[in-house]
């Protein structure tokens, strides 16, 4: 037997071979996992009209060539107030839903550490689909325009953290689905819940049916604002 013959015999038993025990990459994924790739790519297909570039809100006062008014001028500060007021005028530009209030010392609607939030945000604002966490408040970090929240929550098992900036465009919505009170004893973090998960006043177990029941009952609110 020739060496080509050889070959050609072996390549034949080789193919055989893979035709009866290895079937087409194809036929190997399941039914289910082909379903979860189409859902999953026209979820990315569908992420929404591209946003327009983001504008804080205008300025309490313009700045141009012509002098203004004497009585229009501010009053002169020091450097600290100085600093303060340009913190304070840069949140104000930044917050169009009036989100300060939950965050605010003494605020009627503030919320403390404890509390289940969920959050919305954007990745992008060319492709601005929604992506949604909830969990608990861990930790409140006050910081006039660059001031962010710890939200934790567990996925699979596994405790994560998300942290994120109060007045940042991306987040488009900030909603309380449960206030917590008193478990921080007026600080502003329990990151000992890490390590005492059990110790929640609500069980982490439950966010998710919360953020159902919160779903469904908005869509009850669309549908019946849709019908009147």
């Known amino acids: 037997m020739s060496i080509r013959t050889f070959h050609t015999l072996f390549t034949r038993s080789i193919r055989c071979h893979h035709q009866v025990r290895c079937p087409p990459t194809s036929s190997v994924l399941s039914v289910s996992s082909r379903n979860y790739a189409k859902k999953a790519a ?21 700045l141009n060539r012509v002098d203004p008014p004497p009585d229009t001028l501010p009053d002169w500060k ?10 304070e005028e840069a949140r104000l530009r930044h917050d169009f839903d009036n989100r300060s209030e939950l965050f605010r010392k003494g605020s ?58 109060v007045y940042s465009p991306m987040v488009t919505r900030i909603k309380v689905l449960k206030r917590i009170t008193g478990i921080a004893q007026g600080g502003d973090d329990i990151y000992w819940l890490k390590d005492r998960p059990h110790a929640s006043p609500l069980a982490f177990s439950k966010i998710d049916e919360m953020v159902i029941r919160d779903r469904e009952a908005e869509k ?7 019908s009147a």
């Open 42 to 62: 026209a979820q990315e297909e569908d992420a929404g009209a591209p946003l327009g570039p983001f504008y804080p809100k205008p300025a309490p006062l313009t």
């Open 78 to 87: 020091e450097q600290k107030t100085l600093m303060a007021s340009i913190a």
């Open 108 to 165: 009627p609607d503030e919320v403390e550490p404890g509390s289940v939030l969920l959050i919305e945000q954007i990745a992008s604002r060319s492709r601005p689909r929604k992506q949604v966490f909830a969990g608990v408040l861990i930790a409140i970090r006050r910081k006039g325009i660059a001031t962010n929240i710890v939200v934790r929550n567990y996925v699979l098992g596994t405790g994560v953290e998300m942290e994120f900036y």
């Open 220 to 226: 009850r609110r669309a549908a019946g604002a849709a």
